[in-house]
């Protein structure tokens, strides 16, 4: 399930639970054959700790400017399923952004985020049927003044199954959706920074949901691999533009976007040290309904449709030489 935002593409690294991580892989260079085209420059992949017998996490901290961090995780196991839930919470009062000539509204950054999460997983018989659900909640506010005000919150839910092995073939299905509520104010300050006007006040709601499906098969020194992703998003930004604290114009703009993509990949291993990787991708883009419209004066931009394909390719090869017991060489083009 991609963590990119749906809207603007970076990542809010505060909703991903941190005591259900159990691996945390880094995979360096472009991977988009098989990642999916968010994966330009690399991917970071997290693995959740998957249950396997009834266990409670809790981890808790405190530092200086009230800053406090709380993490709880249950799990429990009763036959074929398995359940996790977790909580954390995080708040600071956080620090003085200017530091010289502070004005009265030059106050400290504060934070606080709740994010409650549940997943769960159903491993089914025979032929090894995996299921997973996992729904995630984020409350989030950042509260700045003379400087932007932010609050989020988003919504995610995700269903992954899984069939068969690769020694077999194996088939993997995941799909995902979210929701969120962005909402951010700016001001204008005064020379001595005693006082500030509202200048801006923007709300940006986002809509995604998307899948893939994968097959991989190994034969003998091949892992073969194939599949698709695809991903639709709606997104808009209603801004509502102050002068001096009095409303002048609104100004919103946004539009929807589907993408895809289609991979075919092949690792092939001769030998347990080197590893040849060879791949193509082709990628397609559906941007439409792209509108804008400001008021004061009144103005409509024209709807907007584009429509983009692409094709890719990937070839690598990875060494491994083991110099001494304790030393190893790693080469990989």
């Known amino acids: 399930m991609p963590a990119n935002d749906a809207f603007g593409g970076w990542v809010y690294w505060s909703r991903i639970p941190r005591l259900g991580i159990e691996q945390i892989e880094v995979v360096r260079g472009g991977g988009s054959s098989a990642w999916g085209n968010y994966a330009l420059g690399g991917v970071v992949q997290i693995l959740t700790r998957r249950p396997t017998e009834r266990a409670l996490f809790f981890d808790a901290s405190y530092g200086t400017r009230e800053t406090m ?76 003044h003379a ?8 919504r995610l839910r995700s269903d992954r199954r899984a069939l068969g092995t690769p020694e077999d073939g194996e088939w993997r299905f995941v799909a995902f959706a979210d929701t969120q509520e962005f909402r951010s104010t700016f001001s204008n300050q005064a020379a001595n920074r005693n006082s500030e006007t509202l200048a801006l006040d923007q709300r940006v709601p986002t809509t995604s949901a998307g ?7 190994r034969f003998g020194a091949h892992l073969a691999a194939a599949g698709g992703d695809a991903r639709w998003v709606q997104g808009e930004t209603d801004e509502r533009v102050y002068n001096a604290g009095a409303f002048v114009r609104t100004r919103d703009a946004g539009g929807q976007q589907f993408i895809a993509g289609v991979f075919i990949q092949d690792v092939y291993t001769p030998i347990p040290s080197l590893e040849l990787v060879g791949g193509i991708r082709g990628d397609y883009w559906y941007s439409y309904d792209g509108t804008r419209h400001d008021t004061r004066p009144r103005r409509r931009a024209a709807e907007q449709t584009s429509t983009t394909s692409s094709a890719s390719s990937r070839a690598a090869v990875a060494g491994l030489y083991h110099a001494t017991p304790t030393t190893d060489l790693r080469a990989s083009a």
């Open 69 to 144: 961090n709380f993490d709880l995780l249950l799990q429990d196991v009763e036959g074929p399923f398995r359940i996790s839930l977790e909580g954390n919470y995080f708040s600071t009062d956080g620090y003085h952004v200017v530091k010289a000539a502070r004005g009265a509204r030059s106050t400290s950054t504060r934070i606080r985020v709740i994010r409650p999460s549940t997943g769960g997983s159903s491993c089914g018989y025979p032929r090894g049927v995996v299921l997973r659900l996992r729904h995630l909640l984020l409350r989030g506010a950042q509260q700045r």
């Open 147 to 154: 400087a932007p005000d932010q609050s989020h919150r988003l």
């Open 211 to 217: 899948g893939g499906l994968q097959w991989s098969h």
